[in-house]
């Protein structure tokens, strides 16, 4: 406790509390001399001033010594918290009284108390009471959330799904989309926010589509991860994430010519996968889940289960005519539709078979108009292949997968739509290259043009009617799609 004198008024100090001693000038009062003289004496008064619990407590003292052991006491009185030197009624001591015991049973300071629940009521804006908004926030965090690390809970999904029976393509999935992921994110789970994920997503060099298939991946390892306990209910996820807009993309099919040829140079197990997504227009995921139990040739049907849609859902698949014939030397009871792990593999090397019958198809028109009969089918395909291999030792070489050779090419580099000629002479060609998910797009437009019933063809694809009658109506003519479902194997020739 000190009292420091700097002129008026003088302040009086106990711990944090202060108290103000101000100087009162009244009025004068005369006083008669012994010798007769009249003088006007000052009269002077001292008042004791202080702030206590929202009030001002004031007190007037004729002596400043008495002023000031008064404010010393009184400074020291607020600071110890004894109560009886606040200006304090009766029913101010028992609020006071009864906010303490509060505060000490809540183990925090009153005055901390009343700050945080002003901040509160500040935040709330008068739209519910603080209490009301503490019992929510209980109420959703009421199942304490364990502590998991982003990628163990990646690997734990992974495990989960496996154990479900989840399909290969489904689980590859999971790993082209969560497995980068749980090398951007190593710390805990509920650490990574929203945007976050955004930012993320962003920053992947892959189209919207892309970006947007990541999205619904992550969003279903973030509902994994609530159901296991190890995000709080209200997480938001992927929900303040937006879709990226992705750009439309044309329906690209094939004409009836295109997929003669591809059937026509397909080896005899890629027959079933070509000719089920061109006349029944599954996915090739679900061509490459299918079992041949689940086609049913004889009565004309196949059974797309559930666990082998995309979209999760039974349905059957009309056999048509044409896809009977095609099926009917090669369907089998039971076992895998497509006997290649890698369909893609198989469909690179049928593109390159394609592409050599056609560049031998005008190769020989070409030797022919030259009257060069030596220059026998044999021979133009084996030159033809030198060409082609030349053309990839070229490319091998700009990759920097080979060394560079400095010798020169002893044949011409073929590139697509081009051939040569034993002498060097070019000749051009039109190609038949693949195209991606034409299959089914096709399936989708002969057949719309075939039934003109949307509705039944959506049904049958497992699509939505909205989708099919935006992309697929009136591209082709009922005449081409006779044509399509009129494509038949030849004919064996008998000896």
């Not at 010594?65 to 009886?84: P, T």
């Not at 509705?455 to 935006?470: D, R, T």
């Not at 494509?487 to 000896?495: G, H, Q, S």
């Amino acid at each position: 406790m000190s009292a420091k004198k700097s002129g008026w008024p003088i302040s009086v100090s106990a711990g944090s509390v202060t108290v103000k001693i101000y100087r009162i000038r009244n009025k004068f009062y005369r006083v008669t001399l012994k010798n007769g003289t009249v003088k006007n004496i000052p009269r002077r008064s001292f008042k004791v001033s202080c702030f206590a619990g929202g009030k001002r407590y004031q007190k007037m003292f004729a002596d400043l010594a008495e002023a000031k052991a008064h404010a010393a006491k009184k400074a020291e009185d607020i600071n110890n918290g004894n109560l009886e030197a606040l200006p304090f009624d009766a029913q101010d001591v028992r609020i006071f009284s009864t906010a303490t015991a509060y505060a000490k049973e809540a183990g925090v300071p009153l005055d901390v108390l009343a700050k945080e629940y002003a901040e509160m009521v500040k935040i709330l804006g008068g739209k519910a009471a603080p209490i009301e908004a503490a019992r929510e926030y209980a109420r959703r965090r009421l199942h304490e959330v364990a502590k998991m690390y982003l990628p163990a809970a990646v690997d734990e999904m992974h495990k989960a799904r496996k154990l479900d029976g989840t399909s290969e393509t489904y689980l590859k999935v999971l790993r082209v989309y969560l497995n980068p992921l749980k090398e951007s994110f190593t710390g805990p789970l509920t650490t990574v926010s929203s945007v976050q994920i955004g930012e993320y997503l962003r920053s992947l060099e892959v189209s919207a589509r892309s970006k947007n298939n990541a999205r619904a991946t992550i969003g279903a390892f973030f509902k994994f991860c609530k159901e296991r306990g190890w995000l709080p209910r209200d997480h938001d996820g992927i929900e303040l994430v937006p879709k990226f807009k992705e750009q439309p993309t044309e329906i690209t099919i094939f004409t009836p010519q295109e997929v003669r040829q591809f059937l026509k140079q397909a080896r005899s197990e890629m027959i079933p996968f070509l000719a089920i997504g061109a006349f029944a227009g599954l996915r090739s995921a679900e061509i490459e889940r299918l079992d041949w139990n689940e086609v049913h040739l004889a009565d004309k049907f196949i059974e797309v289960k559930a666990q082998k849609a995309k979209t999760a859902a039974r349905r059957i698949v009309p056999i048509s005519d044409n896809l009977a014939a095609w099926l009917k030397d090669r369907v089998k009871t039971s076992g895998p539709v497509v006997p290649y792990d890698n369909v893609n593999t198989q469909i690179a090397l049928l593109e390159e078979d394609v592409d050599e019958a056609l560049a031998l198809a005008a190769l020989k028109k070409a030797a022919a108009k030259a009257g060069r009969a030596e220059w026998t089918p044999a021979v133009l395909l084996e030159y033809h292949r030198q060409c082609c291999k030349a053309a990839r030792h070229e490319d091998a070489v700009k990759a920097g997968k080979v060394k560079s050779e400095k010798v020169k090419a002893e044949v011409p580099v073929a590139r697509p739509g081009t051939a040569y000629l034993p002498d060097g002479t070019a000749v051009k060609y039109q190609r038949c290259p693949w195209k991606k998910n034409a299959l089914r797009h096709s399936y989708i437009s002969y057949r719309v043009a075939e039934v003109q019933d949307v509705p039944k063809v959506a049904l049958e694809a497992g699509n939505s009617g909205p989708m099919i009658f935006q992309h697929y109506r009136e591209l082709v003519q009922p005449k081409a799609a006779k044509e399509w479902f009129g494509i038949l194997p030849a004919k064996k020739v008998e000896n």
